[in-house]
């Protein structure tokens, strides 16, 4: 708002966040949220200070048609940085608790770290290499070669610039599903919502439990062209409908849909649609939907035999 009264504007600023100052009252202040990747936070580099004045849009309202002219005089400014050089405490190591692994991606999830000034941020280091950085405590390192190991380390960096590294760890990615055959439902190679890796022992090993809305991505190759039966084999939590679909490079070729009812913990064979496919690379995405949200099905495989 105008004024005629001299006043002192400031900004307080650092890596956490951004606090707005009006004659010694915080108007307002603006943080960040760990949930955020790092590379969405730009606060924590170098700036141009520009001072300017603006009217009108959301904040200031509508100009008074009669508007000729406006002046801002300044009297002063003063910039100020702290410098913390006292703080020299690393943070805590971490230690890799979990991960999945497909055939072209390793996801990775950590304990926290701690620190008396807070965790920056999480560097991620794969076969001595960084490769992306983020705030949460979690990580997809995508476009991996299939069947192969990496090593990988989790660096925790402190506001202060102080870091620390944690031991290496060996994860190997899977090697991409060849059909006809079974598609395990743990080597998919994207999710459009977080999934989760459970162990049936009925069923010899891991599957994918997977909740309503969330659609699972598998690649795989065709090697015989051929007509094929097209199995699910899993375990139907609530009553939902389960869509399969096949894509080539160019276009949809295989859609259909089964509605489910609860099988009460006992994995099943579904059988969908026979299917004719010809030689070559595809995209295979399952699908799952219920009237309520919540784990609708745990998937054993996909069998394209």
């Not at 890799?96 to 999480?122: C, F, H």
Request: hydrophobic share 35%; net charge negative.
């Amino acid at each position: 708002t105008s004024t005629k009264d001299w006043n002192l504007y400031a900004c307080e600023w650092d890596e956490t966040g951004i606090k707005f100052i009006v004659n010694g009252k915080t108007y307002f202040t603006y943080t960040h949220s760990p949930s955020h990747d790092a590379t969405r936070w730009p606060f924590d580099q170098k700036f141009f200070l520009i001072m300017n004045i603006a009217m009108g849009g959301n904040m200031g309202g509508n100009i008074a048609s009669d508007f000729n002219e406006a002046k801002m005089l300044v009297d002063y400014v003063r910039v100020y940085q702290k410098v913390d050089e006292s703080d020299k405490e690393a943070p805590s190591q971490v230690d890799i608790k979990n991960y999945v692994a497909s055939y072209d991606n390793l996801y990775i999830e950590w304990d926290k770290a701690t620190d008396n000034q807070g965790i920056r941020q999480y560097d991620i280091v794969v076969n001595n290499k960084q490769i992306g950085a983020t705030m949460s405590n979690n990580y997809t390192i995508k476009n991996l070669d299939e069947a192969t190991s990496y090593q990988i380390r989790i660096v925790s960096v402190d506001y202060n610039g102080n870091w620390t590294i944690s031991d290496v760890y060996t994860f190997s990615t899977l090697k991409e599903p060849v059909l006809p055959g079974k598609i395990k439902g743990t080597d998919y190679s994207s999710a459009s919502k977080k999934v989760t890796v459970v162990t049936a022992s009925s069923e010899g090993g891991n599957c994918l439990q997977v909740a309503s809305g969330t659609t699972i991505n598998y690649n795989a190759k065709m090697n015989e062209s051929g007509a094929y039966n097209v199995n699910l084999r899993a375990n139907i939590l609530k009553a939902c409908e389960v869509e399969v679909k096949i894509m080539s490079r160019t276009n949809i070729v295989y859609e259909n849909k089964v509605a489910l009812s609860a099988t009460f913990g006992k994995y099943n064979d579904i059988a969908f649609p026979e299917l004719n496919l010809p030689k070559g690379d595809y995209q295979i995405q399952i699908t799952c939907n219920a009237s309520d949200t919540g784990n609708a099905i745990v998937i054993n495989y996909l069998s394209i035999e």
